[in-house]
Antibody, heavy 111, light 113 residues
Framework: QVQLKESGPGLVQPSQTLSLTCTVS????????VHWVRQPPGKGLEWMGR???????SYNSALKSRLSISRDTSKNQVFLKMNSLQTDDTGTYYC?????WGQGVMVTVSS | DIVMTQSPSSLAVSAGETVTINCKSS????????????LAWYQQKPGQSPKLLIY???TRESGVPDRFIGSGSGTDFTLTISSVQAEDLANYYC?????????FGAGTKLELK
C-alpha cells in the first residue's frame, strides 16, 4: 500500500527556514518521482518542486532561489527546505506521487 | 513557464446536470514521442488532499466513476461531469506535467444551486 506522510513544525517565524520531511512507504524513491505542492488557506494549489526518481530536482521558478529538495533513499524520505519565510508562505504543504497524496501539514508563518 | 487558464472559477449546479470545466494551456501539452497530452485533473473536497481523477488528458484513474470524462488535445482541455451527484461538489484543478515547472490552473468550485 502506497503511503506518503509529511512532517514538520506547524509554526515558523518570519525570515526563518522551513524544513519538512515526506516519509514514503509502499514504493521506492528510485522508481517514482515525488512532488511538493502547497496551498494557502482558501486558495488554489501551487506546485513547488520535484525530486525525480534518478535524483534530479526541478523547482517552481518563483521559489527557486529559496527552495531546496533532497532525499535519503535509505530512509525512504524526501526533504523540503525553504528559507526566508514570510506570512504568505502560510498554508498546507503536501508531498505527492501524483496518484497518491499525503494528508498535508499545515504551516503557519508568524511571530 | 506554462500558464494554465481554467474556467469558470465557480459553477452552481443541480444534481443530475452535466457540467463542463475548461482548461487552456499557454503552449501545447502534446508530446510527440508518446503521442500523449500531459494534462491531469484533480478533485479536492474541503479538508481533504487532492485526488487524481484523470491523467494523460483522458485516462480515468482507477476507481474514478465513469461520469468523469476528460477530453481535449494540444492547448484546450475539458473535464465533463455527467449527471452530477452531491458527492461531486468540490474544487477541481487542471495541471500540466508536460514541462517543469508543472503548473496548476486556478481551480473551479462546483457548488449546489
Amino acid at each position: 500500500q502506497v503511503q506518503l506522510k509529511e512532517s514538520g513544525p506547524g509554526l515558523v517565524q518570519p525570515s526563518q527556514t522551513l524544513s519538512l520531511t515526506c516519509t514514503v512507504s509502499g514504493f521506492s524513491l528510485t522508481s517514482y518521482n515525488v512532488h511538493w505542492v502547497r496551498q494557502p488557506p482558501g486558495k488554489g494549489l501551487e506546485w513547488m518542486g520535484r525530486m525525480r526518481y534518478n535524483g534530479d530536482t526541478s523547482y517552481n521558478s518563483a521559489l527557486k532561489s529559496r527552495l531546496s529538495i533532497s532525499r535519503d533513499t535509505s530512509k525512504n524520505q524526501v526533504f523540503l527546505k525553504m528559507n526566508s519565510l514570510q506570512t504568505d508562505d502560510t498554508g498546507t504543504y503536501y508531498c505527492t506521487r501524483t496518484s497518491e497524496w499525503g494528508q498535508g501539514v499545515m504551516v503557519t508563518v508568524s511571530s | 513557464d506554462i500558464v494554465m487558464t481554467q474556467s469558470p472559477s465557480s459553477l452552481a449546479v443541480s444534481a443530475g446536470e452535466t457540467v463542463t470545466i475548461n482548461c487552456k494551456s499557454s503552449q501545447s501539452l502534446f508530446g510527440s514521442v508518446r503521442q500523449k497530452n500531459y494534462l491531469a485533473w484533480y478533485q479536492q473536497k474541503p479538508g481533504q488532499s487532492p485526488k487524481l481523477l484523470i491523467y494523460l488528458a483522458s485516462t480515468r484513474e482507477s476507481g474514478v466513476p465513469d461520469r468523469f470524462i476528460g477530453s481535449g488535445s494540444g492547448t484546450d482541455f475539458t473535464l465533463t461531469i455527467s449527471s452530477v451527484q452531491a458527492e461531486d461538489l468540490a474544487n477541481y484543478y487542471c495541471q500540466q506535467y508536460y514541462d517543469t515547472p508543472n503548473t496548476f490552473g486556478a481551480g473551479t468550485k462546483l457548488e449546489l444551486k
